[in-house]
């Protein structure tokens, strides 16, 4: 199941608005240019403010997502008509290929479970045109950006409109190493209404994820630094062998 941040629909509507600067997302525009990229599978999309940019720029994209709620946001917005959206994980999928599989906003770290994240990468890798890139980003565990999340500097109230404030922080709950849970809640000063959401978390070392990727059949193109979260980040550039013979026909 979906955390209820993705999920529920009053934290779903203004998920777009609490997190307006998307600035994370631009590099990844620019890999699909460089790529020459025409046909993207957005993995984990969430509300699709990636995949309408894709749309928009004329490409073909699939936006997949286990949150209903946020496919339900991204479905309203302009141009949403032009993204074919589906409901689920990489193993929802039905039979394609794609040029590049994107997962941005670190939602690799939400497939804790090493099975679900085996599954993952032997769908992506059949998905996969030969040639074609998996680009996703994970945080450097070294860093432990955990222990920023809890304290007065998560806290913070935003005026929405037709909503108006909502007060948010952020606690973190438990770390059982590779796990961290936090809680995000949040208070809607128009009605009172508290919702909290729990999220877990699991963080892999960056020669656990190439191990894993070149188990499943990957090539290792790069290992890059998050251009907006410099020395935070690893953003993993893989690609399906040339001469692959694996793919679906």
């Not at 608005?17 to 990844?28: E, G, K």
């Not at 599978?41 to 894709?54: H, I, N, P, R, S």
């Not at 995000?184 to 209404?193: A, E, I, R």
Request: aromatic share 8%.
């Amino acid at each position: 199941m979906a955390d209820p941040i993705f999920e529920h629909p009053r934290l779903a509507a203004i998920y777009d608005a609490l997190d307006p600067d998307r600035s994370d997302l631009q590099p990844y525009l620019v890999m699909v240019r460089d790529f020459a990229a025409r046909r993207v599978l957005d993995l984990g999309c969430g509300t699709g403010v990636l995949a309408l940019q894709l749309a928009e720029r004329g490409i073909e994209v699939l936006g997949v997502d286990p949150a209903a709620g946020s496919l339900d946001v991204a479905r309203a917005k302009p141009g949403g008509s032009g993204v074919r959206w589906i409901h689920g994980d990489a193993t929802a999928l039905p039979p394609l290929q794609v040029d590049l599989v994107l997962m941005t906003g670190n939602a690799a770290q939400a497939i804790t479970d090493e099975q679900d994240w085996a599954a993952t990468l032997d769908r992506v890798h059949t998905a996969l045109e030969p040639s074609g890139h998996f680009v996703f980003e994970t945080r450097d565990p070294a860093r432990r950006a955990w222990e920023e999340w809890t304290g007065t500097a998560t806290r913070s109230t935003t005026a929405l409109e037709g909503v108006g404030e909502v007060e948010s922080w952020m606690e973190l709950l438990d770390v059982t190493w590779p796990l961290v849970s936090f809680r995000w809640t949040y208070v809607f000063t128009s009605d009172g209404q508290v919702l909290t959401s729990d999220s877990t978390l699991r963080f892999r070392e960056r020669d656990e994820v190439e191990h894993d990727l070149r188990v499943h059949g990957y090539d290792i193109e790069s290992v890059r630094d998050a251009a907006d979260r410099p020395g935070r980040e690893f953003v993993f550039v893989a690609s399906k062998p040339e001469e692959d013979s694996h793919a679906y026909h």
